[in-house]
């Protein structure tokens, strides 16, 4: 542990079937207006629409809706959230989905009163937040980010093709409250809970590629990659097995609340080129991090060893009898390469929209930030065209 | 995660060699009246006491003092810390130590202004908290309990000899902030260092040893478990390496502030047990722990075999082959016991200043709540007599 931290995380977690019961007290917490913010259709066909305008009714509260929110929320959906809160005199936003959902409430919350364009202020120039943000509070319905218990916000600026996270202050932006009830997610179609599964593998691995030290953290980080490995093979043969569902959230919003990064060097290149490959063609979030994950963990093995050796000991558990480090990190990697098979994800950019002309543009516009080694354009270039 | 369960935990923590800087923009927020809680003399010969008491006046506080806390704090050091905080209307208790201060703290803070006698309120009828409960923050110096990112106290009643922990609401009694420094820890004796080590190794054992279920929280707590052993182990051979000094530090921070714990049955009978042993011949905590461990584990594993054969395996790495559980499960005690010998822990009650004629008050005053099994009188006197 010998990087100094301030961590704090102030979320109330309600988590299992029970979980929407808490909702009430919760927004009796907060005045009358309330912003719905959620995504296309899925949660009126559910059902969860009306259960939620049901207890929202009940409560008293007077509410306006932002709908439509993409996959991939985009910095015009922040601005017209940023409209109707205004318009509303909002005093709560309740995020009803997946981390999109998510994420773009964050960024309405911070941006509504924001004096200067938010995009400049907040993903630009990470400047402070105004003294005025809105509360936000989650009902989760896909599993991945963990957007309902950090204060992160990924936004798509369409008119820049940029795809680009910022960090608000967790005190005062991360959800006040999220509802976690895991058969909010049976719905969710496999390739969406298999792209949410990597998403959660790519966080917790982005956090462990990197330092020297005998962190405890790796430890956990550790702990959380088994569980996650566990629970989705069980998801996979059973969609519906509510343990192995459950266990998946758990592991998401664990792998990124970031009391299991404190005092961690960290990677996070991988989704800095998945950013780009989205911002071009749109792909879900978890299948763009998988396609690229193979060829960038190849290409920085050699400079973190030890740590490749580690994780294919501890996670895979290769034997490490009679082979060099070489040898067994790479074993590792081919290990979480047939790992991205059984979950049955596309292995190649072509697959999810991507041409070739491309290319050279994600490369030259992502974030270079690497951890063991920062990537060169060149060295980026030569992963994508390893995996397209 | 198969039980429900709703999670927050608000402490504010400021970790690591420059996180004593933080005191002084933490002190800024509350009003001007401190109290000051320490124990004995330990913070004045490390020069603790005058750069805090140097901070609280460069931040214009007018402070009173509560000190001598005892190792085991008692419930008339609370009363007596009520007493002072009505007097001098405080506005935050700032508790400077280990668990023991910290739990006190608590204490004072929510049962200042109880109404009724507060040993009752709280620790016999488990009432509400008032209205009014003052904030505690504090600054730690020797590590195990978690007490400074829970909302737990434990205090000796020493009129009914009873050693009672109580669990306040986290929101209102977690300390606000906690300024832990792994250097402060360096002037703890090796005995104290051990007694700590062992109480985080049982919190994780007390935690981990219940459930049927493949939960998240048992992973993560097998990985605080590997992060203490390997951390402790380093300690042992140079007790001011900072690394391990520090790891060992944050392993009982997240080893008892309750996030590894959702969804877990657990079973804290080794702390019932050491609390009565405390209570009758107030031995240091961590150490009644360790020499009850052992005949306490005997006795339940063949209830909950499968997870003692998983501790085996996952802990200890134990080889299974050619084994049967019982076996396993075994050779996974056998390797707890040795490791309380590498600590140097003392392995009889006798050493620690029991005698034959408490073992049956012992047994009969101990609360009974098991995990995989509760244990009868009988058998909680068999396992004080197998160790003492």
């Known amino acids: 542990m010998n990087i100094d931290f301030t961590f704090q995380n102030p979320t109330r977690i309600h988590f299992g079937r029970t979980a929407m019961n808490h909702l009430a007290d919760e927004l009796a917490l907060y005045g009358k207006n309330v912003m719905l913010v959620y995504g296309k259709n899925s949660i009126k066909k559910t059902g969860l629409y009306d259960t939620v305008m049901e207890t929202l009714k009940q409560c008293g509260k007077s509410v306006c809706e932002l709908a439509g929110i993409n996959s991939n929320p985009r910095y015009t959906q922040v601005l017209e959230g940023c409209r109707l809160v205004r318009e509303h005199n909002v005093d709560l936003i309740l995020a009803v989905g997946g981390g999109s959902v998510i994420d773009c409430s964050k ?30 509070g989650t009902i989760l319905t896909m599993t991945g980010t963990a957007s309902e218990m950090n204060s992160g916000s990924v936004i798509t600026n369409e008119a820049l093709r940029k795809k680009e ?18 058969e909010f997610t049976y719905s969710v179609p ?14 917790l691995m982005e956090q462990y590629f990197g330092g020297d030290d005998d962190c405890v953290s790796d430890y956990l980080l550790e ?19 509510y343990e192995a ?21 960290q990677d996070w290149e991988v989704h800095q080129i998945e950013h780009q490959v989205g911002a071009y063609c749109d792909c879900p979030h978890g299948i763009g991090l998988a396609i690229v994950s193979i060829p960038y963990y190849r290409l920085i093995m050699p400079y973190g060893l030890h740590r490749f050796v580690r994780f294919a000991k501890n996670i895979w558990h290769v034997d490490p009898a009679g082979k060099s480090d070489l040898q067994i990190a790479t074993e590792g990697i081919d290990c979480l390469s047939r790992f991205i098979d059984e979950l049955g ?15 050279p543009l994600i490369a030259a516009s992502v974030n270079k930030i690497g951890g063991y080694h920062v990537p060169t354009t060149e060295e980026v270039l030569s992963i994508l065209k390893a995996c397209y």
Chains 1, 2 share one sequence.
């Open 245 to 265: 569902r459950s266990n998946i959230m758990w592991c998401a919003t664990m792998g990124l609340n970031k009391i299991l990064a404190v005092s961690k060097k």
């Open 190 to 203: 496999k390739t969406q809970m298999v792209s949410g599964i990597f998403d959660i593998f790519s966080h």
């Open 345 to 359: 994800i596309p292995r190649r950019l072509r697959d999810v929209g991507c041409t070739e002309q491309m290319l």
């Open 107 to 136: 960024a309405i919350a911070c941006s509504a009163y924001c004096d200067d364009d938010p995009w400049e202020h907040f993903w630009i120039k990470n400047l402070p937040v105004p003294s005025k943000v809105v509360p936000v």
């Open 223 to 241: 702990g959380d990659m088994l569980a996650l490995i566990s629970a989705s093979r069980q998801a996979l043969l059973n969609p519906h097995y």
């Open 165 to 182: 996270g910022h960090i608000f202050p967790m005190e005062v932006a991360s959800p006040r409250f999220s509802i976690l009830n895991p």
